[in-house]
């Protein structure tokens, strides 16, 4: 772990920082987790340094968008010999390594999935949804009505805040007249009472399934066979949600009834795409098959913004969706399919389809170890490194935010100690109830930092208490 060089110039204090950006700086685009805002210097595996040189073990790696590890040294190579080589070019021209990441993915889906189909690439996660947007309208005719789950996420862009659960990100956008129509997700842990898990799991199929017994149920047409709805947005694992993973068999009877009536099936792997649950796509868990699949954040280990999506060849080959389509200046950049093709080789060469299962587990483990120590802990759970924590009151069920929200405090304050000195803990919110610890950490976390990682939890865990008693 290497702290900041203190010495090279320019250097700003955080308080002249701060007063900066406090006068500068749009806060739309970003979330202050803290008061003061955090402000970090350097990065290195599975930490992140302060300016006082603190390091800070990072369980989140920037919503799972490095999930190769900070200034992976392989990884910022082949960004500098892009850099060397052809740094930039147009995007209606052709560079090597663009060509070389689309069939790629296109072969890996078709080896899975038994589908042919083509790459789109654009800049971020949000725009890419967009593009299947697009795509998912072209395809059915104009159709622009989705469903999407409750507790779903996928961006906050116009269109993607449309399919996005969460009001509070349209709020103040004017009026969404192609809102998405959001069924209920089963949520393991909060499930009606009396109900085993995989029985709420056919429920909430069931009660989809519902809406097409009848003309009158609103979304289906029997006479001539057709849905008012063109698609179904989905995340196998929910991310913003809270990580909350569905019993194993959800999926395919969502499918089975999404087949029956002509409703395509995006799947959203921004988040939990690239090894994160221990398979390249997280949906190849539950033994569906995606007619559009979405990526992003991790493809290039968060060093250059690249998103891309894979579509059925039926839904976006040149003829049904020519040149032209959709753009973006940026998109296809040589920088960031460089590092596709990089991440992708790596993550088979590191065999992370072995070892993600193995060191989740052992995560997974931990924090049952943990939960038995603190009654706080209503509910852990996880699949592969994509890990969730559910803060609770003492009653083990009840949504405590304020409880972690101090411990992210604490964690970000840099005051926890390891080995006699201090070190910090990152963390990252989410959850229905914003009261639940979302772990992503690195894919290559040594089972050392995992075993650090509980020990800095029991001890915030247990001054979060302390300090919320006093108070």
Not at 77 to 99: G, N
Not at 237 to 258: A, C
Not at 287 to 311: C, M, R, Y
Not at 327 to 354: A, I
Request: proline share 6%; with cysteine.
């Amino acid at each position: 772990m290497n702290a900041p060089d203190m010495k090279s110039p320019p250097f700003l204090d955080d308080a002249a920082l701060l007063a900066e950006e406090a006068q500068y700086s749009s806060f739309g685009d970003t979330v202050h987790y803290v008061d003061p805002p955090k402000i970090f210097r350097s990065c290195e595996g599975s930490y992140m340094f302060d300016s006082a040189g603190i390091p800070y073990l990072d369980l989140q790696m920037w919503y799972s968008a490095v999930n190769f590890g900070y200034a992976n040294p392989r990884l910022t190579d082949a960004l500098k010999r892009q850099i060397d080589t052809l740094p930039q070019v147009a995007s209606q021209y052709l560079h090597p390594t663009r060509i070389e990441l689309a069939g790629m993915v296109a072969r890996d889906m078709q080896s899975k999935f038994g589908l042919k189909g083509r790459v789109h690439f654009n800049v971020g996660g949000a725009q890419a949804i967009e593009d299947s947007l697009k795509i998912v309208r072209n395809a059915r005719n104009g159709k622009s009505l989705m469903f999407a789950f409750e507790g779903g996420y996928h961006g906050r862009t116009l269109g993607a805040s449309a399919i996005t659960s969460s009001y509070r990100y349209r709020r103040r956008f004017g009026h969404f007249s192609d809102r998405a129509m959001f069924l209920p997700f089963p949520y393991p842990f909060r499930r009606p009472k009396g109900m085993s898990a995989e029985e709420y799991s056919d429920s909430c199929v069931y009660q989809f399934e519902r809406l097409f017994e009848s003309e009158y149920n609103g979304v289906w047409d029997p006479k001539v066979g057709q849905s008012e709805y063109a698609a179904f947005y989905v995340e196998p694992i929910q991310g913003t949600g809270g990580y909350v993973v569905p019993p194993r068999n959800f999926f395919k009877g969502l499918k089975r009834v999404l087949d029956k009536y002509g409703i395509l099936m995006v799947v959203d792997e921004i988040q939990m795409g690239f090894w994160r649950t221990g398979k390249l796509w997280s949906i190849e868990n539950f033994g569906v098959t995606p007619d559009v699949l979405v990526f992003g954040k991790a493809l290039t280990n968060g060093l250059n913004p690249l998103s891309g999506l894979w579509a059925r060849e039926e839904l976006i080959n040149p003829t049904l969706f020519p040149p032209g389509s959709t753009h973006s200046t940026f998109n296809s950049n040589p920088l960031g399919t460089s590092l596709g093709v990089e991440v992708l080789k790596l993550g088979r060469e590191m065999d992370y389809e072995r070892t993600v299962p193995e060191k989740g587990a052992y995560f997974l483990a931990g924090l049952k170890e943990l939960q038995k120590r603190h009654k706080e802990i209503g509910d852990v759970d996880g699949l592969g490194l994509a890990l969730r924590a559910e803060i609770c009151t003492d009653d083990g069920y009840t949504p405590n935010k304020a409880l972690l929200d101090k411990m992210v405090d604490i964690g970000l304050a840099g005051e926890l100690t390891h080995q006699g000195k201090p070190i910090g803990l990152v963390l990252d919110v989410g959850g229905w109830y914003k009261n639940v610890i979302t772990f992503a950490p690195s894919l290559n976390i040594t089972y050392e930092e995992i075993d650090l990682a509980m020990v800095l939890l029991d001890q915030l865990l247990t001054k979060a208490k302390r300090l919320g008693s006093v108070g």
